[in-house]
């Protein structure tokens, strides 16, 4: 008898590496699906006291997951397949494709956040009502959960720890080549257009100022590796260069393609390993690998946690932290207005292209949740909509820990303005992003990143009136961000 089998794709826009799609060829006839779930690209409500409402696909990221699906669609075509693309929820319309096409199995990703989790669990009760098996697979780590030296729900919740024992006791996986993709189902229906917009913010471009043009897909994804790491040659220098603010090969840029799954970390773990061999190995190559154990822990840590690690007292169970509210302040944190040049910067670069440096990200949020003591996960929302690498685990992750409720019980609130003078020493950043503040940096680059201690005479000089052509800092951030206030 023919087997028919459904591949639905989620953070695994791929054909390179990709379990799932490996073991869903074995059927005889497969269908590819991608169904955009209006739950995950519209409006999100935060309940509890303090609740709020964000949209949560912003226009860089449903551009970015538009050409994501354009490339996996051509790139099946390209294996003799082709890509389903429906809207509507997951578990309705699974079953009700797996009875068209007569499937007796639907493979997909399986991931570790909440809501994830949730539909997953609601796919499977909907396929098992109509005896259809759900089948997961566990792709998207560069360690499999099954090699790692204990379970995941009772993994280390410090990093350090966690990275010691995968380094000395877990082997990464070979990376799966691409199968032969078996025919689509005799009846298939037609393949559908691709929603576009995807959510409900229109799509947006990337300003040209931004690090580097960030189009999605599996197609540019690998050539972005081969760029980073062989052409340019920049992996030799990766640890000395990945605190950067500007340009295209500071650090390796892969978090949009890692995230939306268009690129594999175990792949990635390939071509360092080959590099090694071929060119060098250095702490710059074990670097990249280091970081890539970051991305795994946060997302075995959601494994472990699960919808605790969204809560404002996150995992610790911080409830002695007296988060405040300010509508007004937090608009202009999100607009990069708050006066503070180095975060101003980031959250203009974050707004106009989707993306911000590590360095920029940490000093934005460490502001609002420690300086200015707004709720966190805010702050956490507003990346989400606006990240084109927004991954939850990543991202709220990171957030927690800044905020001092995550994986991490020390302090780690940031001193912005020395972290502005150590990794922007010229102002560089500052000037491209509040360009209002450049002729500044001729007389002083200090006070580019810190105009409030300007003198009278470099503000005339600069055309800078403070208040006017750029804030003064928000007064709830104290006397230290404006002596002059
Ligand atoms: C507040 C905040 C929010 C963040 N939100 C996200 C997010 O939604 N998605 C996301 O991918 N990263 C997030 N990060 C982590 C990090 O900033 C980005 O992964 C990194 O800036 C991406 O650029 P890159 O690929 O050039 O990184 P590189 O320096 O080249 O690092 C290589 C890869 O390692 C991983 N990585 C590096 N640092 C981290 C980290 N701290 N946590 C997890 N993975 C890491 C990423 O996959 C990255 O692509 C966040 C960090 C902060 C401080």
Redesign the pocket.
């Given at each position: 008898m023919t087997s028919t089998a459904i591949v639905r794709f989620r953070r695994d826009l791929r054909l390179h590496d990709n379990p799932t799609l490996v073991a869903a060829s074995e059927a005889d006839r497969l269908l590819p699906v991608f169904v955009v779930d209006p739950r995950r690209v519209g409006e999100r409500e935060y309940g509890g006291p303090d609740s709020f409402r964000y949209q949560r696909l912003g226009g860089h990221r449903a551009r970015f997951l538009r050409e994501s699906l354009g490339d996996l669609r051509d790139r099946l075509r390209g294996h003799g397949s082709d890509l389903l693309v429906r809207r509507g929820h997951p578990e309705d319309v699974l079953p009700e494709l797996a009875s068209e096409v007569g499937a007796d199995a639907v493979h997909e990703q399986t991931l570790p956040t909440t809501e994830e989790r949730q539909t997953g669990a609601a796919v499977g009760d909907a396929l098992a009502a109509e005896d259809v098996a759900r089948r997961t697979h566990w792709t998207h780590t560069l360690h499999h959960p099954d090699d790692l030296p204990v379970q995941p729900t009772v993994i280390d919740d410090t990093f350090t720890p966690f990275r010691r024992r995968v380094e000395a006791e877990s082997e990464v996986r070979e990376p799966v080549g691409v199968p032969d993709l078996p025919p689509l189902p005799d009846d298939a229906p037609d393949a559908g257009e691709l929603p576009d917009p995807l959510g409900s913010a229109p799509e947006q471009s990337a300003d040209e100022r931004g690090v580097l043009p960030l189009h999605g897909g599996e197609t540019r994804a690998l050539e972005r590796v081969e760029e980073y790491v062989w052409t340019g040659d920049h992996l030799r220098e990766?640890r000395e260069t990945?605190n950067g603010l500007v340009g295209a090969d500071y650090?390796?840029?892969?978090?949009?393609w890692?995230?939306a799954g268009c690129l594999s970390?175990r792949f990635v773990a390939d071509e360092v390993d080959r590099y090694e061999a071929e060119r060098v190995a250095n702490d710059s190559t074990y670097w990249?690998l280091f970081?890539?154990r970051?991305?795994d822990?946060?997302q075995f840590q959601f494994l472990k946690h699960g919808g605790q690690q969204f809560r404002r007292e996150g995992i610790r169970n911080r409830t002695d932290i007296d988060w405040r509210w300010d509508e007004r302040v937090f608009q202009r944190w999100a607009a990069g207005e708050t006066g503070v040049p180095f975060v101003d910067a980031a959250m203009r670069e974050l707004a106009a292209t989707g993306?911000?440096?590590?360095r920029a990200?940490?000093n934005?949020?460490s502001l609002l949740a420690n300086d200015l003591r707004l709720d966190w996960r805010r702050?956490?929302a507003h990346?989400?909509t606006l990240?084109v690498?927004?991954?939850?685990a990543?991202?709220y992750?990171?957030?927690a820990?800044?905020a001092g409720v995550g994986n991490d019980s020390r302090d780690r609130a940031f001193d912005v303005l020395s972290q502005g003078e150590r990794y922007d020493p010229d102002a560089g950043f500052v000037a491209r992003w509040c360009p209002e503040l450049a002729d500044l940096a001729a007389v002083d680059p200090g006070y580019t990143r810190e105009p409030w201690t300007a003198p009278s005479g470099a503000l005339v000089d600069a055309g800078v009136e403070l208040g006017v052509d750029y804030p003064r800092p928000i007064p709830a951030l104290g006397d230290r961000y404006d002596a002059m206030s």
């Open positions: 990766y990945r650090s390796a840029k892969f978090s949009p890692l995230a970390p990249l970081e890539l970051w991305r822990f946060f993306y911000t440096s590590n990200r940490q934005a949020a702050g956490a990346f989400e990240l690498d927004y991954d939850p990543s991202n992750g990171n957030w820990y800044i």
